[in-house]
């Protein structure tokens, strides 16, 4: 439909040129490049997805391992993913005997997020506070970090050990490791579950219905 | 008085600085466009607060499915032929020219190594479908296998997805391992894929989520 339309102006004197105003329809013009924009916008990915950095221990040093048994039970913490979205929690040795002590809490922010900054009140709020003088200071980003991970590292953090049970998701290890950065958690560990943790489930499930199953030579 | 005169006015309306506008626009989303990368899969990642991008070039992407499924790409064509050439090697395998090619255009690939030859020999349309899974009953099953059992000798000979990140490291060095997985993965397939990159000291790399908003007053909880 793309016309150019001549105008004839003037009251058609003679001896006078004709005055010529050519007026081009872009309406088509526009029409197709708005096409071409929708197709652009719509095969595009404008926003790069979001990604989580982590290092896992490597395998032939076995260092996990060690550190379980270094770690002061006082501050070490093991989290265990359960089945439908559940999740538990215990800290230093569990007593196996005794299904309470496993807690069961959620990934809410008031769940296993309150539970981790409450065991680690003094870096959170030393995070706080930090992140309130950058506020105030203008405080460039590597020097915030610097400082943040400072704090983050002090020998008196806790150590949090996330297994995963077999029933669990790869959302519920995200969700995880997502408390892990908002409670200003950097020792933490992705281990594998073990049957004794698996048994802690169990019996938590069925309220220590299990318990006297143990085999006490075994212990 | 003389009434006043409404002039007609013409309904033509003058598009050029429309037309201008959209040109604009046009050239704004074709110079910054990187275009969406087609996967066999829908994979719904899951959403979390960290806030890192993932760089664009010398990526291996390992794509998880619901299922546990396991896919792979590169971002470089180039790498993705030698990739394939050195895993074939290792695997006593002799592809065409022609075979190399048609993997080079493929954007995502994710079949067991022994099955590649028939895969390739495909037509571009039906390569999809066995990616989806469509094609096993033709004996071309999906995705990479990771199986963790060790064999007599300690090794775990059938866990292809070492093979390839290996030689894909061997290929280009600065590659960064970023895992997309859906979010109903189940974990022991998370579990299975971790290991396996610990065994061959791939202990760095990125999980590709959504970005999750979360609301300041629940960033700390305590008092």
Known sequence: MAEVQQKESGDGKKGKPKKMHIHVDFTPMVDMNMLLITFFMLCTTLKKPQTMEISMPSNDKNITEEDQTKVAASRAITILLGGQDKVYYYAGQPDYTDYTTLSETTFAADGLRAVLQDKNREIVTQLEDLKQEKLETGMPDEVFDEKAKEIKNVKTAPVVMIKGSDASSYKNLIDALDEMHLCGISKYAIVDITEGDQFLIDNYESKGALSNQIDTSKL | MPRVKVKRKSTLIDMTAMSDVTVLLLTFFMLTSTFVQKEPVQVNTPDSVSEIKIPETDI??????????????????????????????????????????????????????????????????????????????????????????????????????????????????????????AAGTPYPTIRNLMTSLQDIRENRYNLITNLKNIKDEERVVIK
């Open chain 2, 60 to 181: 291996l992407q390992i794509l998880i499915d619901q299922d546990g499924k396991i896919y792979m790409s590169l971002d470089r064509p180039s790498d993705k032929a030698n990739v394939l050439q050195d895993v074939a090697a290792q695997y006593g395998m002799e592809l065409t020219d022609e075979e190399i090619l048609k993997f080079r255009t493929l954007p995502t690939f994710g079949t067991p190594i022994g099955k590649m030859k028939s895969f390739l020999a495909l037509s571009s349309d039906d390569q999809d479908k066995a990616l989806k899974g469509e094609f096993v009953a033709k004996g071309i099953p999906a995705g990479i296998p990771c199986d963790t059992t060790k064999n007599e000798q300690g090794v775990d000979d059938k866990n292809e997805v070492k093979v390839w990140v290996k030689s894909a490291r061997a290929v280009n060095s600065n590659l960064r391992i970023a895992i997309k997985a």
